[in-house]
Structures are given as C-alpha cells and as structure tokens.
C-alpha cells in the first residue's frame, strides 16, 4: 500500500477551493483526508442548504457529482505538488458505472474513497465509494473524466 503524502488532513474551505476548479454553490467536498499517488480518501458534510438538496435529502446527482469532485481534488492535490498555480479544469467523460445504495440526509458525513485505475494523455478512469460516518457504502461508481486545460 502506498504511503499517505498528506501529514494531516487538508479542512481549510479556501485551501479546498484552490485545488479544485469548482466553486460555490457547486462544491460538493470539503476535506482531503488521505493522498497517495494513484488513491486519495476526501470527505463532505452535506449542508441543507447545498444545490442539490431537496426535501432533507442529497440526490442522485449530489452523490455523482460529489464522487467526481472527490476525483478533481485528488488531482488538484497532484497539481499543486507537481507546482501547478491553479487547479485544471477538467469534467465526467463517461459514467461506466453507479450504484446508490442508500442517499444520505443533510448533516451527514461522507467519505470518498478514489483510486486511479488507468490515465491516458487527458482521460483518467477512476473507481470511487462512497460511504456514511458508520462506514456504510452509500454508492459506487466508476467513470472517465476528461482534462481540459
């Protein structure tokens, strides 16, 4: 197993912000908890104001996109070590593959889980779960995004 490059979690909302190209009201993580080269672990406290909330609940797409978010912080980390002075822009390419289990409710904790399965030129397959603070897996998805600056 590779080792964590992060000596400790990054929660700072503006450090958060400058390793990814979105923001808000369209950020859907705040927290890089773990680093590795090819897997990176990143969380989000859903707030009940969050875009897409509806009735209490984190939809479908809040989870997707979270996962995806999970995926272009990772690779903002990996910018700013490589010395980048902004985040690349990048979007979902292709989703294989999701699976929600269960949608979380406002207020709840998530943890991201994301490695890097394959990356060519400016495509980067990457598998993702997403879990509860009790570790519930809440979904799962595998999908391409694509770099485009």
């Known amino acids: 197993m ?39 672990i990143t969380g989000f406290k859903i707030p009940a104001d969050n875009i897409l909330v509806k009735d209490g609940v984190f939809s479908e797409p809040g989870l997707i996109e979270h ?18 002075d902004k985040p690349k822009t990048g979007f979902i390419g292709v989703i294989k593959s999701v699976e929600i289990i269960k949608l979380p409710t406002a207020g709840a904790r998530l943890r991201t889980y994301v490695e890097i399965l394959h990356e060519v030129m400016n495509v980067t397959s990457v598998a993702a779960r997403t879990e509860d603070e009790q570790g519930n897996v809440l979904a799962n998805s595998e999908m391409k995004t694509v770099t485009v600056d």
């Not at 999970?70 to 700013?80: A, D, E, Q």
């Open 2 to 40: 590779a080792e964590n490059l992060l000596s400790a979690p990054i929660v700072d909302s503006e450090r958060i912000l400058a390793l990814i190209p979105q923001k808000p009201p369209f950020v859907m993580v705040d927290s890089l908890i773990e680093y590795t080269t090819l897997t990176g």
């Open 67 to 84: 996962m995806a978010q999970s995926m272009s912080l990772h690779r903002g980390y990996h910018g700013f070590l490589a010395g980048l």
